[in-house]
Structure formats: structure tokens, C-alpha cells
């Protein structure tokens, strides 16, 4: 049964039902062994932050921010801080110190807490350039703290300081009178020029998103669900959330880079993630049989047909497969597809919510085909992540993003753009009126950006309509805001970002032919053609050396990764630009899709 408390005292709450049972499983930073976190351990954690909040004076609906990957302390933190109702600011740990420095001072944040040294080093560069920041506090133990630093202490050190207000309660005051019209959270998104901002987020849209998504994710306390992505990211945050209402075991993985490791040696049963992590596992499988024995790859194959037969021409109808076809399949599951799932971790499979970009039917057929649930679903910041998403006890549909989840209206535009008003839906960005009055209708729907239509009681998007991509990584990139920053280089002409639905940032860059020309004079390098000038190494290396330098400030999810350097212009014949030159990203990526794609070839 789920607890849905209000957040200040949820996890209070939980503690009381589940007690000595284990609530967390984590790694120390820089440790190698797996331990684990009551919930009485974790109540009592959670407690302790709110008490060192208050002793520094953190006012109700003041915004803390927190500046870290995914960490046991993460989770300390903004609980404890909505335990005194304060608001939290979650930044991606990639965040650049340019962004950093425009949201603290944006939402005039006091206090940041920092995960480990490269966090900490950002947000000390940008102290002396916000005006209200007081405090660093450090996660990581092993950070060094700068010298002359008297404003950054640790994070046990921290929690030193609410021994002061330890049995006073205070805090049991300040959960009294929240509301559920309190701010939890303030997800800063970027903008199309790049300006971020501030989606804010009520404790009554988390109740309402988390008593919706019960219905629809089927969750159970001896689940064990391990953090993909970034709790930063609106749909970790709330699937994590979900998930601790339930009673089920969050296993926090601290490295992102380590994730598949950690689904080996904790083997979870759910974990939300992106459509990119399931590429990877899709390119993964086919290499492996492409290398195996005739004898192997025959039989793999066979199994596929058998397991795309089973799981999607007869249960994803929602059809009960015949039995002649139930028991081939038993075979082939135990045959290959387990050895597939335990080679992933995944030997106690049970469903997997994925979402933040498109979702390949090729992948999304084969991950079915293998005896993994893999639950496509659709959300936005604004909405606190959910707005439809497959079930396990209904017919789905590969290519639809799911069925709607309950007491949302969704209503299409006359240009098909997908409309949105319920309880789980934002009230708006933080301090900007003018995106506020552009993001709703006059009816109080939110435009989403999305074109889409509903059909048998699943939503299905088309395309895009705002000028505003997302990586297959699902974070948001703004397009126009990179390419200004490369603009100004002398040797470039004309850019097109790509990265809609890309795993990273590359560019159709047009450089200034005579200028590049002359460099290849004074360097000594030959070329017969414009074409071959322009696909020469050296040219190449020169211009990516002098990108690197103009997106320094850009975090690392914005940087372009690779780019083509273009032999003719985009014209206004050819249709790629408009009579005042602003490019039309649609031409391009139709005119240069084959160049395009060869920037995406895995090497």
C-alpha cells in the first residue's frame, strides 16, 4: 500500500511501517562495497538536516540549492530541507559555472550543497560573483577545500550544527504548517536562448503525481530499483520518489559511469531510464551475436522470431499466445534470454519506465523480444515527468508513447500541438511572467511544443514544434543559443546544430572559404578542391580547437562533439534559409541526412 504524506514528513512516515528494514543501498565515494540504510537510519538522517537548516536560519520557502550526482546525501537533503519547508534547486553536476551563477543569483540562493571536487571548484569560482551565496557545503569528505575558504564545511560538519536545535520542536512546527501549496522544487530547463528556466513544482503536484503513477506502475516492497539517471532530471526525481512511497529499495548509483557494473552486483527489478541506455544494450546484444558461432547466431535469431511472436504479436494485444507457442518460448527463454538478462543484471526483471526522447520501435520491439518489459511513457518538467505511459495489464502498442494517466486533460490544438491542464501540471516559470503568459492558452492549458494525436487510448507524438532539442540522453539542448556562441569565429560562416533525439551535440558548420583558404597557404597544407579542403585533417583539427575554446561555458551534455565542415553555403535557392538568412533546420536535415548520420557512426 502506498504512504503518500506530504514530503516534509514522508519519509518519517515510511519509517514508522518499515523501520529496520533496508531503505537504501549506496556506495561511499571512491568505495567498492555496497551498504545499506535503514529507514529508521533514514528518518533519523533526514531529521538531522532539517535541524541544521533551521540552525542557519533557512526561512520557509527558501531555496537551497544542490549541486551533486546522484549520493545518499542528495536524498538527506531534500527531505530534510522540505521538512522545513524549504524549496530545493536541483543543478546537473555538469552544470556550467555561467548557468550555475545566473540561477543562484536568479532565485537568490544562500546556501548550495556540492557533491564532490569538481562541484565544489564551480561553485567556488562563482561565489565572489553572487552576492547571496553564504555557504558551500560538501558532500565528499575527500574535496579540498580551498585555502582562505572560511564560507565551505562538510557535510558532517553540517550536521553538527542542528545539535542546537535537537528536541526544541522546531521542525515539528514548521511540518505543522506546510501546505500543500508550497514550493518543493524549482527544475531550472533550458531555454531557446539559452536563458534557463525555472519550471516550479508544489508539494500538491508531487501528491497527485505520485497517488496518479501508483495506478499505472504496479510497484511492490520487495522491489529493487536503481538510479539511472540524475536525480536532477524530473523523472528520476519522481520515480525515485514513487518508488519510496512503496517501500521499495533505492539503490543509489553515485557514478554514472559505473552504471551497468552496479546492475550486476545489485541485480534491481525496476529502474527508469533513457532511450539511449536501451541503444546501448540493443547495439551490445547484436555485436556479441554478429561475433558468435554460425550455431549461435542461428539460434539467436530463432529465438527472436519465437520471442517477438510471444511478446508482441500476442501480449502486447493483450492476447493469450497459443500453447504450442508458450512453450518454444519457455525453451528459448531458457536458452538465450536469460543468459542475456543475468549478463545485464537483469535476472529478476520486472518492468522498466522509459522516457526523455524518442523511442526507436526497432529497440523498443527487441528489448520486448527478450523478455523485458521496457515501459514507454511521455512527461515533461512541467508536468512532474508523467503524462502517459504503457501498462502491464493493457494492450500497448510499439511506436505510441502509452495511455494517459488518470485526472489529466489533454486536449490538440488546431495545429495538432498536444494541451495539458490538471493537478500535476506547473503553475508556471519562476519570475517570468512572459514565458508564463506565452506557455498557456487562455483556457489554462500548457502548450507542450508537442505535435501528437490520440488513437485507441494511446498518444503518439509527430514531431516537434518548438525550437528546442532533446538528446537521446533527455537533456534539453537550445540550438540557437550554442550556434551564437560559435558565430562570432572568424573562419565560421553559417552553423546548423544537430542533436534532436541525438545521443550528443554535432554541427554542419559552412566556414569563410577565403579565410581558410589563406590558412592552408600559410601552413603548408594542399588541396586540389573546396571539397578537399574542407574534409582535411588539419583544417579539422584547427576549427575544433577553436570551438572548444568558444563553449567552455557550456556544460558538457551542450558541447558539440563532432561537426562536418561544409563545401557549399546553405542558400536561399536551395530553400535552407529564409530572406533573413535564419536557417530552416527542417531542409537541412533532410538535404544533409547522409552526411548527418555518418557524424553518428559508432567508431
Same mark, same amino acid.
Given at each position: 500500500?502506498?504512504?503518500?504524506s506530504?514530503?516534509?514528513?514522508?519519509?518519517?512516515?515510511?519509517?514508522?511501517?518499515?523501520?529496520?528494514?533496508?531503505?537504501?543501498?549506496?556506495k561511499?565515494? =571512491?568505495?567498492?562495497?555496497?551498504?545499506?540504510?535503514?529507514?529508521?537510519?533514514?528518518?533519523?538522517?533526514?531529521?538531522?538536516?532539517?535541524?541544521?537548516?533551521?540552525?542557519l536560519? &533557512?526561512?520557509?520557502?527558501?531555496k537551497?540549492?544542490v549541486?551533486? /550526482?546522484? @549520493?545518499?546525501h542528495?536524498?538527506?537533503?531534500? $527531505?530534510?530541507?522540505?521538512g522545513?519547508?524549504?524549496?530545493?534547486?536541483?543543478?546537473?553536476?555538469?552544470?556550467?559555472?555561467?548557468?550555475m /551563477?545566473?540561477?543562484?543569483?536568479?532565485?537568490?540562493?544562500?546556501?548550495?550543497?556540492?557533491?564532490?571536487?569538481?562541484?565544489?571548484?564551480?561553485?567556488?569560482?562563482?561565489?565572489?560573483?553572487?552576492?547571496?551565496?553564504?555557504?558551500?557545503?560538501?558532500?565528499?569528505?575527500? &574535496?579540498?577545500?580551498?585555502?582562505?575558504? #572560511?564560507?565551505?564545511?562538510y557535510?558532517?560538519?553540517?550536521?553538527?550544527? !542542528?545539535?542546537?536545535?535537537?528536541?526544541?520542536?522546531?521542525?515539528?512546527?514548521?511540518?505543522?504548517?506546510?501546505?500543500?501549496?508550497?514550493?518543493?522544487?524549482?527544475?531550472?530547463?533550458? =531555454?531557446?536562448?539559452? /536563458? *534557463?528556466?525555472?519550471?516550479?513544482?508544489?508539494q =500538491?503536484?508531487?501528491?497527485?503525481?505520485?497517488?496518479?503513477n501508483?495506478?499505472?506502475?504496479?510497484?511492490?516492497?520487495?522491489?529493487?530499483?536503481?538510479n539511472?539517471? *540524475?536525480?536532477?532530471?524530473?523523472?528520476?526525481?519522481?520515480?525515485?520518489?514513487?518508488?519510496?512511497?512503496? !517501500? &521499495?529499495?533505492?539503490?543509489?548509483?553515485?557514478?554514472?559511469?559505473?552504471?551497468?557494473?552496479?546492475?550486476?552486483?545489485?541485480?534491481?527489478?525496476?529502474?527508469?531510464?533513457?532511450?539511449?541506455?536501451?541503444?546501448?544494450?540493443?547495439?551490445?546484444?547484436? %555485436?556479441?551475436?554478429?561475433?558468435?558461432s554460425?550455431?549461435?547466431?542461428?539460434?539467436?535469431?530463432?529465438?527472436?522470431?519465437?520471442?517477438?511472436?510471444?511478446?508482441?504479436?500476442y501480449?502486447?494485444r493483450?492476447?493469450? *499466445?497459443?500453447?504450442s507457442?508458450?512453450?518454444?518460448?519457455?525453451?528459448?527463454?531458457k536458452?538465450?534470454?536469460?543468459?542475456?538478462?543475468?549478463?545485464?543484471?537483469?535476472?529478476?526483471?520486472?518492468?522498466?519506465?522509459?522516457? !526523455?526522447?524518442?523511442?526507436?520501435? /526497432?529497440?523498443?520491439? $527487441?528489448?520486448?523480444?527478450?523478455?523485458?518489459?521496457m515501459?514507454? !511513457?511521455?512527461?515533461?518538467?512541467?508536468?512532474?515527468?508523467?503524462?502517459?505511459?504503457?501498462?502491464?495489464?493493457?494492450?500497448?502498442?510499439?511506436?505510441?508513447?502509452?495511455?494517459?494517466?488518470?485526472?489529466i486533460?489533454?486536449?490538440?490544438?488546431?495545429?495538432g500541438?498536444?494541451?495539458?491542464?490538471?493537478? %500535476?501540471?506547473?503553475?508556471?516559470?519562476?519570475?517570468?511572467?512572459?514565458?508564463?503568459?506565452?506557455? $498557456?492558452?487562455?483556457?489554462?492549458?500548457?502548450?507542450?511544443?508537442?505535435?501528437?494525436?490520440?488513437?485507441?487510448?494511446?498518444?503518439?507524438?509527430?514531431?516537434?514544434?518548438?525550437?528546442?532539442?532533446?538528446?537521446?540522453? =533527455?537533456?534539453?539542448?537550445?540550438?540557437?543559443?550554442?550556434?551564437?556562441?560559435?558565430?562570432?569565429?572568424?573562419?565560421?560562416?553559417q552553423i546548423?546544430?544537430?542533436?534532436?533525439?541525438?545521443? $550528443?551535440?554535432?554541427?554542419?558548420?559552412?566556414p &569563410?572559404?577565403?579565410?581558410l583558404?589563406?590558412?592552408?597557404?600559410?601552413?603548408?597544407?594542399?588541396?586540389? @578542391?573546396?571539397?578537399?579542403?574542407? @574534409? +582535411?585533417?588539419?583544417?579539422?583539427?584547427?576549427?575544433?580547437?577553436?570551438?572548444?575554446?568558444?563553449?567552455?561555458?557550456?556544460?558538457?551534455?551542450e558541447?558539440?562533439?563532432?561537426f562536418?565542415?561544409? #563545401?557549399?553555403?546553405?542558400?536561399?535557392?536551395?530553400?535552407?534559409?529564409?530572406?533573413?538568412?535564419?536557417?530552416?533546420? +527542417?531542409v537541412?536535415?533532410?538535404?544533409?541526412?547522409?552526411?548527418?548520420?555518418?557524424?553518428?557512426?559508432?567508431?
Amino acid at each position: 500500500m502506498q504512504i503518500n504524506s506530504h514530503l516534509s514528513v514522508l519519509i518519517h512516515d515510511l519509517a514508522k511501517k518499515y523501520g529496520g528494514r533496508t531503505a537504501l543501498e549506496y556506495k561511499d565515494y =571512491g568505495g567498492t562495497q555496497w551498504k545499506h540504510v535503514s529507514w529508521n537510519e533514514f528518518s533519523n538522517q533526514v531529521t538531522r538536516v532539517s535541524e541544521a537548516l533551521l540552525a542557519l536560519g &533557512v526561512g520557509v520557502q527558501e531555496k537551497i540549492a544542490v549541486f551533486s /550526482q546522484n @549520493s545518499i546525501h542528495y536524498l538527506f537533503t531534500d $527531505f530534510g530541507a522540505w521538512g522545513v519547508r524549504a524549496c530545493t534547486i536541483p543543478l546537473y553536476a555538469t552544470t556550467s559555472e555561467e548557468t550555475m /551563477q545566473y540561477v543562484i543569483n536568479e532565485a537568490k540562493i544562500r546556501y548550495i550543497f556540492c557533491g564532490e571536487q569538481e562541484q565544489y571548484d564551480k561553485a567556488r569560482h562563482v561565489q565572489n560573483l553572487c552576492s547571496s551565496l553564504l555557504k558551500i557545503i560538501i558532500y565528499d569528505r575527500s &574535496v579540498t577545500i580551498a585555502e582562505h575558504d #572560511p564560507s565551505s564545511i562538510y557535510f558532517d560538519d553540517f550536521l553538527k550544527m !542542528g545539535f542546537s536545535i535537537t528536541g526544541s520542536g522546531e521542525v515539528e512546527k514548521r511540518q505543522q504548517s506546510a501546505t500543500w501549496e508550497d514550493l518543493a522544487c524549482i527544475l531550472y530547463t533550458s =531555454g531557446t536562448t539559452g /536563458q *534557463p528556466k525555472g519550471v516550479m513544482l508544489s508539494q =500538491g503536484q508531487f501528491h497527485a503525481a505520485l497517488e496518479e503513477n501508483d495506478k499505472v506502475l504496479p510497484l511492490r516492497e520487495n522491489d529493487r530499483a536503481l538510479n539511472f539517471l *540524475p536525480f536532477t532530471h524530473i523523472f528520476e526525481k519522481g520515480w525515485s520518489i514513487l518508488c519510496l512511497t512503496k !517501500g &521499495v529499495t533505492l539503490i543509489v548509483n553515485t557514478d554514472p559511469r559505473e552504471v551497468q557494473k552496479s546492475m550486476r552486483e545489485t541485480h534491481p527489478t525496476c529502474m527508469s531510464a533513457v532511450p539511449r541506455f536501451w541503444e546501448k544494450v540493443y547495439a551490445g546484444v547484436i %555485436t556479441t551475436i554478429d561475433n558468435a558461432s554460425p550455431m549461435k547466431k542461428k539460434l539467436f535469431h530463432r529465438a527472436l522470431q519465437v520471442g517477438r511472436r510471444h511478446n508482441i504479436e500476442y501480449l502486447s494485444r493483450g492476447q493469450r *499466445p497459443p500453447l504450442s507457442l508458450r512453450i518454444e518460448y519457455e525453451l528459448m527463454d531458457k536458452l538465450v534470454f536469460r543468459l542475456v538478462r543475468k549478463q545485464l543484471g537483469l535476472e529478476n526483471a520486472y518492468f522498466f519506465p522509459t522516457a !526523455g526522447s524518442f523511442v526507436s520501435p /526497432q529497440v523498443e520491439e $527487441f528489448i520486448h523480444s527478450i523478455g523485458i518489459f521496457m515501459m514507454v !511513457g511521455y512527461g515533461l518538467t512541467e508536468s512532474l515527468a508523467t503524462v502517459s505511459a504503457d501498462r502491464l495489464d493493457m494492450p500497448y502498442t510499439i511506436g505510441s508513447i502509452g495511455r494517459p494517466i488518470e485526472n489529466i486533460d489533454i486536449q490538440f490544438s488546431d495545429e495538432g500541438e498536444i494541451l495539458l491542464k490538471g493537478p %500535476t501540471i506547473t503553475q508556471g516559470y519562476y519570475n517570468r511572467p512572459d514565458l508564463n503568459e506565452q506557455a $498557456f492558452t487562455d483556457d489554462g492549458y500548457f502548450r507542450t511544443g508537442d505535435v501528437g494525436y490520440m488513437k485507441d487510448g494511446e498518444l503518439y507524438i509527430t514531431e516537434r514544434i518548438k525550437d528546442l532539442f532533446k538528446t537521446s540522453n =533527455g537533456k534539453y539542448i537550445a540550438p540557437q543559443m550554442i550556434e551564437s556562441k560559435i558565430l562570432v569565429d572568424k573562419y565560421i560562416e553559417q552553423i546548423a546544430v544537430v542533436a534532436d533525439q541525438r545521443k $550528443f551535440v554535432s554541427a554542419l558548420i559552412v566556414p &569563410v572559404y577565403t579565410l581558410l583558404e589563406e590558412y592552408a597557404h600559410d601552413n603548408n597544407i594542399a588541396y586540389a @578542391s573546396r571539397q578537399e579542403l574542407c @574534409s +582535411n585533417k588539419k583544417i579539422k583539427a584547427m576549427i575544433a580547437d577553436r570551438i572548444d575554446t568558444l563553449q567552455q561555458t557550456l556544460a558538457g551534455y551542450e558541447q558539440i562533439k563532432n561537426f562536418t565542415l561544409m #563545401p557549399e553555403p546553405f542558400t536561399l535557392d536551395k530553400g535552407e534559409i529564409t530572406n533573413t538568412l535564419k536557417i530552416k533546420r +527542417n531542409v537541412l536535415m533532410k538535404h544533409y541526412a547522409e552526411i548527418i548520420e555518418t557524424m553518428y557512426e559508432e567508431k
